[in-house]
C-alpha cells in the first residue's frame, strides 16, 4: 500500500537550530500531511499541504512538497525542547476515499 | 470541546475472550478511522469508514471487525484476540479529503 517515508529516523539537535525532516511517496496523492506525537500519545494534526501546492507555513513550520520528486520536508525553525516528539508524514490514496497512510516516523531530540 | 474519545485507555485481556474497544467523536465528521501502531512499523490502518453503514478494510485487517451503525460511533472489535495484537490502537476521525485528523489518545490492548 502506499506510505510515505521519512528520513531521517531518528534526529538530534540543540534548541534554537533548525531541524529539517523529509518524507518520500510512491503514488499520487491529493495533499499530504504532517503530525507530531509526543511519547505514547495521540497525534496532532501539524499541517496540510494539497497537492497543487508548493510551500505552506504555519508559526516556526514550513513544509514544501515536490510532487514531481514524490517528496515534502518539514522544517522546525528554532527548535524548543517542547519540539522533542515524533514526526510523521502521511498521504491520502486519491483512489481509496478518505484512507491516510503514514510513515514510520522521525525522532527529534531538541537538548536545551 | 471537540475530540475523539477511546475506552478504555489501557486493557490487558487473555487470548480468545473477545473484546470490543470504543470510539466516539462529537464533531460530526464523516470519517472515521483505526490504527495499530508497533516499534519499528509506524502506524498501520485497520479499517476505516467513509460513513454510516460504509467501511473498508485498511492494511491490516484480519483479526478485527468494525461498524458504523452511528456517525459518532466506530467500534473496533476482536473476535478472538492473540498475542500478534498487543499494541497500540489509535482511533481517529476527520471532516473529509484535504483536512486535518483528530486522533484520541489511544488504548495499549496487552494479549496474554
Known amino acids: 500500500s502506499q506510505q510515505g517515508e521519512e528520513d531521517p529516523q531518528a534526529l538530534s539537535i540543540q534548541e534554537g537550530e533548525n531541524a529539517t525532516m523529509n518524507c518520500s511517496y510512491k503514488?499520487?496523492?491529493?495533499?499530504l500531511q504532517w503530525y507530531r506525537q509526543n511519547s505514547g500519545r495521540g497525534l496532532v494534526h501539524l499541517i496540510l499541504?494539497?497537492?497543487?501546492?508548493r510551500e505552506k507555513h504555519s508559526g516556526r513550520l514550513r513544509v514544501t512538497l515536490d510532487t514531481s520528486k514524490k517528496s515534502s520536508s518539514l522544517l522546525i525553525t528554532a527548535s524548543r525542547a517542547a519540539d522533542t516528539a515524533s514526526y510523521f508524514c502521511?498521504?491520502?490514496?486519491?483512489?481509496?476515499?478518505?484512507?491516510?497512510?503514514f510513515g514510520k516516523g522521525t525522532s527529534l531530540l531538541v537538548t536545551p | 470541546e471537540a475530540q475523539v474519545t477511546q475506552n478504555p485507555r489501557y486493557l490487558i485481556t487473555v487470548t480468545g475472550k473477545k473484546l470490543t474497544v470504543t470510539c466516539s467523536q462529537n464533531m460530526n465528521h464523516e470519517y472515521m478511522s483505526w490504527y495499530r501502531q508497533d516499534p519499528g512499523l509506524g502506524l498501520r490502518q485497520i479499517y476505516y469508514?467513509?460513513?454510516?453503514?460504509?467501511?473498508d478494510k485498511g492494511d491490516v485487517p484480519e483479526g478485527y471487525k468494525v461498524s458504523r451503525k452511528e456517525k459518532r460511533n466506530f467500534p473496533l472489535i476482536l473476535e478472538s484476540p492473540s498475542p500478534n495484537q498487543t499494541s497500540l490502537y489509535f482511533c481517529?476521525?476527520?471532516?473529509?479529503?484535504?483536512?486535518?485528523?483528530?486522533f484520541g489518545s489511544g488504548t495499549r490492548l496487552t494479549v496474554v
Open positions: 503514488t499520487s496523492i491529493n495533499n
Open positions: 499541504i494539497r497537492s497543487n501546492e
Open positions: 481517529a476521525s476527520g471532516p473529509g479529503t484535504n483536512y486535518g485528523y483528530t
Open positions: 502521511a498521504t491520502d490514496n486519491p483512489n481509496s476515499g478518505y484512507a491516510l497512510n
Open positions: 469508514s467513509m460513513n454510516v453503514e460504509v467501511t
